[in-house]
């Protein structure tokens, strides 16, 4: 009985020690830097029903335009409440390719290359996720005009300034004036 309270009581303060000691500090590894000494730009693009708009395929060819870039375009898989909370996402996350894959096809006819993935339905929440993986150095948030906009209701884009540490780019891409335009 003893030898059990000495044990627990050391792993004890062990473990604060441990908890209690400052982590190390470095530069994440997925940070890449482009052979000229330049930082290369990272830009995640955060973009659901807007991902082919005209104003954000601009947007990310101004950005990129002349610079050494990986963009990773993330399409958010809306869903009903009800869905998401008896686990039905299928068909959000089947929609949400589908627009990922139209928004990468639109930005390789415009000579920027990208990579996407289907993201959470909560915006911020997806774009925490693809900043654990992708170390971007911007991001551009897309939406649809103010009264069109859920994200915009939600505060998206201020919330998303006030959470990350990157500079933010917010898009308005108006999909009925894009179609008149085109016809």
């Known amino acids: 009985m003893a030898l059990g309270v000495f044990l627990a009581l050391a792993?004890?303060?062990f473990l604060g020690?441990?908890?209690r000691s400052e982590p190390e500090i470095r530069e994440p590894a997925i940070w890449e830097r482009s052979s000229s000494g330049a930082e290369k730009r990272r830009i995640?693009?955060?973009a659901n029903e807007t991902?082919?708009?005209r104003t954000l395929l601009e947007e990310i060819g101004y950005r990129t335009r002349g610079y050494d870039a990986d963009i990773l375009v993330v399409a958010p898989a809306l869903s009903s409440q009800l869905r998401y909370w008896v686990s039905d996402?299928?068909?959000?996350r089947a929609v949400a390719r589908e627009r990922l894959d139209a928004s990468l096809a639109a930005l390789a006819t415009v000579g920027v290359r990208a990579r996407g993935?289907?993201?959470d339905a909560d915006p911020l929440q997806a774009i925490e996720d693809a900043l654990r993986t992708f170390?971007?150095?911007e991001i551009i948030i897309s939406t649809h005009p103010p009264g069109k906009s859920n994200w915009l209701e939600r505060d998206v884009v201020t919330h998303a300034r006030e959470r990350f540490g990157v500079p933010i780019t917010h898009v308005v891409v108006d999909l009925e004036r894009d179609s008149l335009r085109s016809a």
């Open 11 to 13: 792993l004890g303060v």
């Open 89 to 92: 996402v299928d068909g959000g």
């Open 135 to 137: 170390g971007a150095n």
């Open 51 to 53: 991902c082919t708009g």
């Open 117 to 119: 993935e289907v993201g």
């Open 17 to 19: 020690f441990y908890l």
């Open 44 to 46: 995640l693009v955060v």
